[in-house]
C-alpha cells in the first residue's frame, strides 16, 4: 500500500466533503457525517489501547464500533480515521485502530482524519495573522479551535504544527497545558475532553448485528470475527 502524504490528505478529506454535501471548510458533526453515510456504529467499552475498528461486509454495510472510555475529542478523530479504511484504504483488513499506529494504512488513516477534520484552509481563517506567525498562538486561540472542530488538545496542536503555524519548542508548551483547567478557565464546556456516548447506536440495526451486541459487551476479536461473517 502506497503512503500517502499531506497533500493527497488533503485532497482526499476535500473530495469526501465533497461527495458528501460538506463545504471544504465547516467543521464536520462526526455523527452527522455516520449518519449521512448510513454507517451503523455503535460505541462500546473496549480495552484500554483500543481507539475504534471498522468493517466492511461483503454486502457494501459499513460498521464503526468506537471506544466510549476515550474521550469525545478522541472518539471524532477516531471516526474520521475510520473512514479512511472504509472508504480509501485499498486493502482493508478487520485491525483494532489503538494508541500504537503500526504500518502504512494507519499513518495514512491518521492523516487523512488530521485533514478531515481540521482542514488547513478552514484553520488558517480562523487564526488570526498576528497569532499565524512567530509563534505567538496563544491558548485561548488554542481552545476556540479545538472546540470549534471538536477534536483533542494534541489533535489540534499536531495540525497546528504540521500546518506551520507552530514549532516543535512551542508544541511542547502547549502541551503541557492542562485541558480541563483551561477549558474551564475560558468558559467551555469541558465534554469534549472526557468520556461519552457509553451505549449509543447510530444506523440501522440488522438482524445479525441486533442478535451480537444486545448480548452486551462483547470482546473485540468477538466482533471482528462476527461481522466477518455478514
Ligand atoms: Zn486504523
Given at each position: 500500500m502506497r503512503r500517502i502524504n499531506v497533500r493527497d490528505a488533503e485532497v482526499l478529506a476535500a473530495k469526501f466533503r465533497a461527495e458528501n454535501g460538506f463545504s471544504h471548510t465547516e467543521p464536520l458533526d462526526m455523527k452527522t457525517v455516520l449518519r449521512k453515510c448510513n454507517i451503523l456504529t455503535l460505541y462500546r467499552p473496549l480495552s484500554e489501547n483500543a481507539y475504534g475498528m471498522s468493517l466492511k461486509a461483503r454486502s457494501g454495510d459499513k460498521f464503526v464500533l468506537i471506544n466510549?472510555?476515550?474521550t469525545l475529542g478522541r472518539q471524532h478523530f477516531t471516526i474520521a480515521h475510520e473512514l479512511y479504511h472504509l472508504f480509501y484504504d485499498e486493502n482493508p483488513r478487520p485491525h483494532i485502530c489503538g494508541m500504537d499506529p503500526d504500518g502504512v494504512a494507519e499513518k495514512n488513516a491518521n492523516m487523512f482524519a488530521s485533514a478531515l477534520l481540521m482542514p488547513q484552509e478552514s484553520v488558517l481563517q480562523q487564526i488570526h495573522s498576528k497569532e499565524s506567525?512567530?509563534?505567538?498562538?496563544?491558548i485561548a486561540t488554542v481552545l476556540r479551535l479545538e472546540q470549534l472542530y471538536g477534536v483533542s488538545r494534541e489533535s489540534m496542536l499536531y495540525r497546528l504544527k504540521s500546518i506551520g503555524v507552530i514549532d516543535e519548542k512551542k508544541l511542547q508548551v502547549l502541551l503541557k497545558m492542562p485541558k480541563v483547567e483551561t477549558a474551564k478557565e475560558y468558559g467551555?464546556?469541558?465534554?469534549?475532553y472526557l468520556p461519552g456516548n457509553d451505549g449509543l447506536i447510530i444506523g440501522d440495526f440488522g438482524a445479525i448485528a441486533r442478535e451480537l451486541f444486545e448480548k452486551g459487551k462483547i470482546s473485540e476479536g468477538h466482533y471482528v470475527e462476527l461481522m466477518n461473517m455478514i
Open positions: 466510549s472510555t476515550r506567525i512567530g509563534n505567538a498562538l496563544s467551555y464546556d469541558i465534554s469534549l
